[in-house]
């Protein structure tokens, strides 16, 4: 059984992703135990844009208290590669935490999901994982 993502959400992150090439855009997903219903962009602040992310940390403190408030749930991070495929790079694995959170990378009309964790397959710290678009 595999996540569903929101057609909308997919759409919506290509958009921006496309906009602001060459630079990686990166943002919040939102959701449940097996869904992505809802994104979120946000500023990325990494000192090379072009090769690397770093969500705002404002933008995360921001949802992580209307989480606590009952807002969204933050289920995972999602940013783009506009010069490379749609897998997380050495990079990523370096700076995700083993949190089990969902990592949604596009690159160009690809896309591919993944879980941050201890021991995974990819980089000793990922795992992909499927997905289905719904509406």
């Not at 595999?2 to 997919?10: A, M, Y």
């Not at 694995?93 to 089990?100: H, L, S």
């Not at 879980?115 to 678009?133: C, I, Q, T, V, Y």
């Given at each position: ?109 690809t896309a591919g999901l ?22």
């Amino acid at each position: 059984m595999g996540t569903h993502v929101s057609r909308s959400v997919l759409i919506g992150i290509r958009r921006i992703s496309a906009d602001l090439a060459p630079r990686e855009a990166c943002g919040l997903l939102f959701g449940g135990e097996d869904a992505i219903t809802g994104w979120q962009a946000a500023e990325n602040v990494a000192e090379d844009p072009e090769r690397r992310f770093e969500i705002d940390p404002s933008a995360l403190f921001a949802a992580l208290r209307a989480e606590r408030a009952g807002g969204p749930k933050i289920i995972g991070y999602w940013h783009s590669h506009p010069s490379g495929d749609a897998t997380p790079s050495i990079t990523d694995a370096a700076m995700a935490a083993a949190d089990g959170k969902l990592w949604l990378i596009v690159a160009g009309e690809t896309a591919g999901l993944w879980r941050a964790g201890e021991g995974g397959a990819l980089h000793g710290r990922f795992d992909a994982m499927p997905f289905d678009l719904t509406e």
